[in-house]
């Protein structure tokens, strides 16, 4: 991969990064009308520090020494988990979801089958994501 590609990934993840530390600010604002609130505060706490893992992830990318495919997938996969990690929590604290991944955020509250199935679906495959990425 040419330097100048590397470094248009790096100013685009440092740009997501803020996006989503901005997302996750909001994110604050909102936990007071969640059905949730404790698993509003862990969606307002994951927006801001995946933005600022994306932020990181940014500064550094230049200095990655990794084939084109890897750096590719690398930065697919860190804006898919980042991403994911926020609006799942975000989720389950809107509908009061997400108890058994997620047992002490949960609070004991479950939602509806489809919801749950939705909210699994996210952690997982953001947790494979983002273990690919750092592993």
Known sequence: MSYDTQLLYS???MRYGVLLFLLG???GFLIPAMQNPRMG???HLEGTLN???LILFG???TKLNLSDNLLKWGYILSLFGTFT???TTFLAGLWGAGSEMMPFAGGGQSGADWQEIIIK???ITLSLAMVAVCG
Do not use: D, E, V
């Open 59 to 61: 500064l550094i990318w």
């Open 11 to 13: 100013c685009k993840l």
């Open 85 to 87: 990690n926020w609006a």
């Open 41 to 43: 505060l862990s969606s």
């Open 121 to 123: 679906f996210g952690l």
């Open 25 to 27: 600010l909001l994110t």
């Open 51 to 53: 933005g600022m893992l």
